[in-house]
């Protein structure tokens, strides 16, 4: 008979990879099957191709479902529980940086949900298909421009100099650009003062989160946000 021997390892997942490092360090990583690619916690592909029945047949309370545990999940998880621990355990001495990056990142997401947009790295020649684009510019400063409660504060003229002197200048260098200062918070409630190229950070975020709550408030109402939404979490299911 053969004898089989057990050898402790340490087993971790990795960028959709399922990762074994044994004791000699050798390390062993292994693709996961699509299906079980996670895009809002523990939710994988098969969960949302579940969902997405039901959301195109009307079933009742389907949205409020998808919302929760699917876009709210993946935003609570991936955007704003990072920045909460930020918040929580600052010093002020440059965390700010960090949660602006973390805002900037999570606009591209709101407002490309929103539109039902997906970006696609593109060569030269390559032609974008339908509800695909290759810059974040233009999405940035939608979102900014257009959505309440960002759209009292900014208009086109100052949401493409906050495009440009903020998130242009955190993601790369983790620095901003242009005159632009980050501060926690105005006792005001103003989540920017773009006179002075002065950000809030703090009031943003709060400004964010308002955003989302009236976007799950809209979203079970609107066939057009609806179908944005499908198309979004299609393509973070390829």
């Known amino acids: 008979a053969k004898v089989r021997k057990w050898i402790p390892c340490w087993i971790c997942l990795e960028s959709g990879y399922l990762v074994i490092r044994l004791p000699d360090s050798t390390t ?3 693709m996961k099957n699509k299906d079980s690619h996670q895009i809002a916690g523990w939710k994988t592909r098969v969960d949302w191709e579940a ?8 079933a009742p309370d389907a949205w409020h479902e998808a919302f929760t545990d699917f876009y709210e999940t993946r935003l609570n998880l991936r955007y704003l529980h990072p920045i909460k621990v930020l918040q929580d355990n600052g010093t002020f001495q440059g965390e700010g940086f960090s949660i602006v990056a973390i805002q900037c990142s999570l606009i591209e997401f709101l407002e490309s949900t929103e539109q039902g947009t997906n970006y696609r790295y593109v060569r030269r020649g390559d032609v974008l298909g339908a509800y695909e684009y290759k810059a974040s510019q233009d999405i940035f400063v939608a979102f900014l421009r257009d959505r309440t409660p960002f759209s009292t504060t900014f208009d086109e003229a100052s949401a493409q100099d906050f495009y440009i002197g903020v998130r242009c200048g955190l993601l790369p260098e983790a620095r901003t650009k242009n005159g632009w200062r980050i501060r926690a918070k105005d006792p005001f409630g103003s989540v920017a003062d773009v006179a002075n190229r002065i950000l809030y950070r703090d009031n943003f975020q709060e400004a964010l989160l308002a955003y989302i ?6 979203l079970p109402r609107e066939p057009q946000l609806q179908q944005a939404f499908i198309r979004k979490f ?3 299911c390829e």
């Open 28 to 30: 062993i990583r292994v």
């Open 51 to 58: 969902i997405r029945v039901r959301l195109v047949a009307g």
């Open 213 to 218: 709550k009236s976007y799950g408030n809209k």
């Open 234 to 236: 299609d393509s973070l």
